[in-house]
């Protein structure tokens, strides 16, 4: 069984800072590319930030030069830095990750999700 935990996530004013980490567990052979998606209330989920195996990234416009996405590849772990917090980033925050189990193929999984509150 093959789980995303996500951590991190709160409540914090506009400006602030938070980091979200995101862990795959389980049966994991190999890891692909990660990433972190967000769901505001009434609103598609969209993607915030990706990052490959080899550590490229790419992210969605609003959030370049504000959020990081990194990785360490020996804890299958997946990291977004999010500073100078805006009211309009609240949202629930999930984890995406590409991976093979030991007993599966690549699958797509997803983590249950945490939220992220920006008050001004």
């Known amino acids: 069984q093959v789980q995303l935990v996500e951590s991190g996530g709160g409540l914090v004013q506009a400006g602030g800072s938070l980091r979200l980490s995101c862990a795959a567990s389980?049966?994991?052979?190999?890891?692909?590319?990660m990433a972190w998606y967000r769901q505001a209330p009434g609103k598609q989920r969209e993607l915030v930030a990706a990052?490959?195996?080899?550590?490229?990234?790419n992210y969605a416009d609003s959030m370049k030069g504000r959020f990081t996405i990194s990785r360490d590849n020996a804890k299958n772990t997946v990291y977004l830095q999010m500073n100078s917090l805006k009211p309009e980033d609240t949202a629930v925050y999930y984890c995406?990750?590409?991976?093979?189990?030991?007993?599966?193929?690549?699958?797509?999984?997803w983590g249950q999700g945490t939220q992220v509150t920006v008050s001004s």
């Open positions: 995406n990750a590409g991976l093979s189990s030991t007993i599966r193929g690549p699958l797509n999984y």
């Open positions: 990052i490959t195996s080899g550590g490229s990234t």
């Open positions: 389980g049966s994991i052979f190999s890891v692909y590319a």
